[in-house]
Every structure is written in C-alpha cells, then in structure tokens.
C-alpha cells in the first residue's frame, strides 16, 4: 500500500494495520473494552504522531545528553560511597535494598558499566517537553518495534526506521562485548510477563536475520562449570555471552537461578544488561540533580548544554525524607502559595490547587513500576493525599518516595478506527512520548519513538485500551503543538 492509498483511505490503513498485527499486538493489556476483531490492545490510528523537525533534532540531542547524566549520576554514587561526596547521596539511593542488591551495584567489575537502552518518559504540555521519568529496564521495545515496521510498510518514514529498533538492540549489545557475534539470552521474569510476547518477537526477529538471540524464562536457562547455555530449536546449547535482564532487582528472590546469573556475572562470564544497579534506577535522581547542594558536582561534570537542557525538561523534584528539619530550615525551592515549606505536614491541608503535585515510589520494588503507587494531589480529596504524603513517609527507610512538580500534557488531536462504528474518529488527547535510544561506546542512536495519546480525563498517562499508541514521523512545516 502506497502512502498516497493511506493518506486517501484512512480506514483501509488501520484495517490493514490490524490484519498484519501479531493478535494482542504483542502486549496482554485489558481487553474487556475491545472489539472482538482488534487484534491490538489499544485503539489504531490511520497515521503516526506527527513531530516537526524541530521537535526531532530535539529528541535526537536529548539522548547523548541522558548518557551523559547518567554517567554522571553513576560517578556521584561511587564518589559518595568512598567518602569524595556527602554520604547522604548514597544511603538516600541505597534506603530499602538488601545488602545483596547494594554489593551488586558497588561490584569493581561492573563500575563503569551504563543500561544500553535509555528511554525516557516526556509529556508534552503547554509549556514545553518535561521528563517524569529514566526508565532502565523499559518495556514496549518489541511491540514498538512492531508497529514501527507496519506503518513502514505502508508508505511513512517513521523515526528510526522500520528496523531500527530491532536491528539496533543487536547492534548495541554487540558493541558491549568483545565476541564476535554475541550469544544474547533475554531473560524475563514471572513479575514481567506481560512483556513476554514482546520480547519473544523481539528474539525471533532478530534470529531470523541470523543473530543469535533467545528469550527464556531465568528457570530455562542452563548452565556448566564455565557459565550460562541456552538451546536452539534443535536442542544444541550455546554459550550466553549476554543476558539481558528483564526483570526487576527488588524481584531478585523470586528469580529462578539468580544466584548462578549473578555468579557468573562477577566471575566476568557473562555480561548483565542493564547492569546489577538499583540506584540508578531510581526516580530520586531527578531531584538530586535540582539539589543546591550537588550544583557545583553537575557543573563540573556535565556540559552547559546538558545541565540548561536538563534543567527545562526535569520538572522540580524532592526526596520525601522524614527526617526532623532545624527550625530555621526549608526544603530547598518548595513554596506553597509564597509560604516556605519546612515541615512535609504543612502540604496535607493545602487547597487543590496548590496540591498540583504528585508523589511516586523512588523506584524499587513493585509498587514503583508502570505508575502503581502514584497519587495526584488534585486528583484525590485531601484526605487520601494527606495519607498517600504520611504513608511515603513512613515507609522511607523500606524505599523512599519523592514529590514531584505536577505538569498536564497539552490537548492534541488525533483519529482512530471505530471498530464497533467501522469509521475513523477524532479525538484530542493527552501525550506521552518515549524515544528508546541504544548506546554503543559513545555513540547514542534514536532507534524509535513510541506515542500513546491517553484520553484527557487520565491524569497518569499509560497504556490503555482506550488510548492510541503509535509511532512517530516528522511532517514538515506544520507545527504537532497545535
């Protein structure tokens, strides 16, 4: 089907779209709400989000400046653990974890190490792109991928291309490694299941193009005196010389054979991906780096460039530390109304306005990922807030929370299929972009984007079934803020 066909038949599109997708579309979301002849979990859009060049230089910048954050944020831990940087940083980023977790993370072997996958979660809003989130270990890569290479091959010059995010997850984990075509074991856990799907697409794509890539559950995988194995179709075994972890490490006692995946990762017999480190898989990062006290720390290891673009995208951000501030102390630009704040008790009876807030689990354990544990100061009354502000405080020292500025997404357009109607709609939307880039040395590629256009009565944006997920393209000369 040629782009001209789509643009003069936007129905036959997302049918077309529809009929060549893997049925769930690669990822087990809610499907109550569903036709019965979707085979997507969620609503299909005749066209890709539509970014202007601008936007995409943009998001093609921002990724080498995440990796160089990250870096960054990976040498404060260090420094702090050996005594160059306040102590606070690092007991802040290890509140919760058990020792075991903590030692991974200090392992001399893998200091340097950095995820080869970065993306992060930006909403558009009236006011600009802001970041509310660093994911490590995201999901969506396959089925992103997916939809990619379908509205490729009806004719629209997605970002990244049809095969990019494909393509370049081998490419970035090759990079990784010094053996020459790399054996890859995709681990996913029992708590990630909903992403099995997608990363057995993910495997087999890319072992039909010859590269040697395996998803398994952690209990499928095998092992010898010299390290990990995993079978092929016909039963012989290869040695893993990268496992991708995808499963969470607050689920680490409940992985089958974490302690030998774990072994032969110290023993250097195989590489971990993302690596063994919680804390940097923490949303505390975002208000470390809006942190008086760490200002001359980003200066000095981060270039104008990134800390100015950092500086508009982070929204302000704080740690919910319980502990007793001196009676002349205030947390650092926390303002209600132009009352300081000095006691966290002073937000639990404020106006809904001034409760534009929002409090999330800092990142480890379960209550952190795919946006549990988060509540939205307008959105509840004021004594579920009080709570949700009481109740992340008391669990600090079993994992900290933080409060974070609150930033509604601008209302955009955009259509979809009617399935129960077989006509296209339009609807305005709220917006969640998330670029993936891959990371190669020092090399960071934009490999895809995905899209989700959440209805406007969702305040947390995510998947859903009545919200559009697609890709992105770039249409010149128009302006996607409209």
């Known amino acids: 089907m040629s782009l001209l066909l789509t643009k003069c038949d936007p129905r036959g599109i997302c049918l077309r779209i529809n009929e ?10 809610d499907r109550s709400r569903l036709h019965p002849d979707s085979r997507l979990a969620w609503r299909i859009s005749p066209e890709p989000f539509w970014l202007t060049g601008e936007q995409l230089s943009f998001l093609e910048a921002l990724g080498p400046a995440l990796l ?14 050996k005594g160059l940087q306040p102590a606070w940083i690092h007991q802040y980023l290890d509140a919760g974890k058990p020792a075991r977790v903590v030692d991974f993370g200090r392992m001399n072997r893998i200091k340097s190490q950095l995820p080869l996958v970065i993306r992060p979660d930006l909403i558009l809003s009236a006011h600009g792109v802001r970041l509310t989130e660093l994911d490590s270990v995201p999901g969506g890569i396959g089925f992103t991928a997916n939809i990619s290479a379908l509205y490729s091959e009806v004719g629209y010059d997605v970002v990244g291309g049809g095969d990019g995010l494909v393509d370049g997850f081998y490419e970035a984990i090759s990079a990784s490694v010094k ?47 010299d390290g990990l194995l995993v079978a092929d179709d016909s039963g012989a075994q290869h040695r893993v010389d990268v496992v991708y972890r995808f499963f969470e490490l607050f689920d680490l006692p ?92 002073q937000l639990s009876h404020i106006t809904k306005k001034e409760r534009e807030l929002v409090v999330k689990p800092s990142g480890f354990g379960e209550q952190a990922s795919e946006s549990r544990g988060v509540v939205i100061g307008h959105d509840v009354p004021e004594g579920t807030w009080a ?54 040395g020092d090399d960071v590629r934009l490999a895809g984007i995905q899209a989700i256009v959440c209805p406007t009565d969702k305040k947390v944006l995510h998947g859903m079934a009545d919200a559009i997920l697609i890709p992105c393209a770039v249409r010149e000369g128009e302006n996607s803020d409209e």
């Open 179 to 225: 053996a020459p075509n790399p054996v890859v074991a995709v681990l996913v856990s029992d708590e990630s299941e909903s992403y099995r799907q997608e990363m057995n697409w993910l495997a087999k794509t890319l072992r039909d193009r010859g590269r040697p890539v395996y998803c398994l559950h952690p209990k499928e995988i095998s092992v010898d005196d």
């Open 68 to 81: 160089e954050f990250q870096r960054a944020a990976n040498l404060l831990y260090h420094q702090s653990v």
């Open 254 to 345: 409940n992985i089958p054979k974490a302690e030998l995946i774990t072994y032969f990762a110290k023993k250097n017999a195989v590489r971990v991906t993302p690596p063994l480190k919680a804390f940097l898989e923490e949303k505390m990062w975002l208000a470390l780096f809006h942190h008086p006290g760490l200002d001359e720390f980003w200066e000095k290891e981060l270039k104008r460039d990134t800390r100015e673009t950092l500086s508009e995208l982070i929204p302000r951000t704080w740690v919910l530390d319980p502990a007793p501030m001196p009676p002349h102390a205030v947390v650092a630009g926390l303002q209600i109304g132009c009352r300081p704040v000095s006691d966290w008790a």
């Open 387 to 440: 709570e949700a502000l009481r109740s992340a405080l008391a669990r600090f020292d079993q994992g900290p929370s933080i409060l974070q500025d609150f930033h509604k997404a601008a209302r955009l357009p955009a259509r979809y299929y009617d399935f129960h109607n077989d006509e296209i709609r339009s609807m305005h939307g709220r917006v969640l972009l998330r670029p993936y880039y891959y990371v190669s």
């Open 20 to 29: 060549r997708s893997p049925l769930g579309g690669l990822f087990e979301g």
